[in-house]
């Protein structure tokens, strides 16, 4: 029975970790890219949530105050694009590894600066609310949680899958300049990435948040999440929800049956493991680029 409860509890952390690896997952589809502020735009998104649904601040109903933390936050995403990493473009990729870094600890001073550094409690309509399976305790916000995750990861799916957008932002990973050549505005596509990120790095900061209180230094969560990108196959949307739960899933685990320097290493330890044994991913998509 305790197996079980933690299980269920790292299946919940799992899609959080899933929900902010999707958004690297996003950037690297698109541009081939790595964006190390995710995990800090995660962070950002559930204090947007947060100050727009608080009575002594805007006080919006819920399901409204997180839209308008998603809206805001494709607004973030698209304007560090448009006015931040365009102006490397064309650059290595590390000079956007370097860049994103940075912007993280920016965003991060902007958060504490706006909302302090005190832990504060996100109030969500499931939040401490549990149902009973046969003796294991489900909290209602992981369900929440799971279903969430698995509705955005196949919407996600299908938008790269199926839509014109999709297909041109894989176009233009594959080959910019050819991409722009055929006709793909891949500036303006990679923009709408980038916002497309900040959407559902808003969503996972908003589940995070109805599981515990937050503050600026949760966007270094993202750590973990680019280590899940990476088991999964930084291409792979199904990928990086499999690595999330690895990682969600193992740490408890280990936490409960191993030492604590194993449980804390846990997930780089799956990392190396992966990255020796499979070097791209569980899920690999590498191919030769289409020129």
Known sequence: MDFLQLLVGGVANGCIYGLVALGFVLIYKSSEGVNFAQGDMMMLGAFLALGFGNADQLGLPFGVAVLAAMAAMFGVGYGIDRVVVRKIFGQPHFALVILTIALGFVL???????????????????????????????????????????ILTLALWGFFARTRIGLAAQAASQNQMAAYIVGVPVMRV??????????????????????GAIDPNIGLLGIKAFAAAVIGGMGSLPGALLGGLIIG???????????????????????????????????????AKKV
């Open 108 to 150: 991060r001073f902007v958060a504490g600066s706006l909302f302090g550094y005190t832990p504060l409690v996100l109030e969500t309509p499931f939040s401490g609310r549990n149902l009973n399976f046969g003796g294991v305790i489900v909290g209602l916000n992981d369900l929440v949680t799971i279903f969430v995750t698995l």
């Open 190 to 211: 990679n923009s709408l990435i980038w916002g497309l990120s900040g959407v559902v790095a808003t969503v996972a900061g908003v589940l995070y948040a109805s599981k």
């Open 249 to 287: 899933i193992i740490e408890p685990i280990a936490g409960r049956y191993a030492p604590g320097e194993v449980a804390v290493m846990s997930p780089y330890i799956i990392m190396l493991i992966v990255l020796v044994t499979r070097p791209g991913g569980l899920f690999a998509q590498i191919h």
